[in-house]
């Protein structure tokens, strides 16, 4: 692919919020935000966890340690872009993200959990489908 010139598009997500939109990529620092919404998710992370949770690491790509795995799947866009919306909204609010890559089934995983925990539902548009959680259920039936 590098000799080709081919690159891969970065994964994002935007999440609307008073009005004002914010976008997120994996492992961004740049949001004003970035230490709350990290604080949020490890939270969040911790909590799922107590719920049964598990990292689904089959879904990193690249030749690395499982720990480093976990830590790069904690990361991604639409991950921040949720703990982001759930500091920033109200506990009854439904949380809208738009992600321009297909989400992957640990974000899928997580997305559930955040539904069921938070009470919370959750839209969430990769480009595929519409994935609504809610009472930690998918929309998709698990079928993305």
């Given amino acids: 692919m590098k000799n080709r010139g081919a690159e891969k598009n970065p994964g994002w997500s935007y ?4 009005g004002q939109v914010h976008s ?11 230490e709350e919404v990290y604080k949020k998710l490890e939270e969040i992370t911790r909590s799922a966890r ?12 690249h030749n690395i340690e499982e720990e480093e795995k976990e830590d790069s799947l904690g990361s991604h866009s639409e991950k921040l872009a949720l703990a982001f919306g759930l500091i920033s909204t109200s506990p009854n609010m439904t949380i809208r993200i ?23 539902e959750i ?3 990769d480009i595929k489908r519409f994935h609504h959680f809610k009472h930690g259920m998918c929309s998709c039936g698990d079928y993305w």
């Fill in 50 to 61: 107590q719920q049964g949770y598990v990292p689904g690491t089959e879904w990193v790509l």
């Fill in 123 to 125: 839209v969430l548009r």
């Fill in 24 to 34: 997120f990529v994996a492992n961004d620092h740049a949001h004003e935000s970035a």
């Fill in 98 to 120: 738009v992600k321009n890559l297909r989400v992957c089934g640990d974000c899928h995983s997580m997305m559930k959990y955040v539904s069921k925990m938070s009470q919370r």
């Fill in 15 to 18: 999440i609307e919020v008073d």
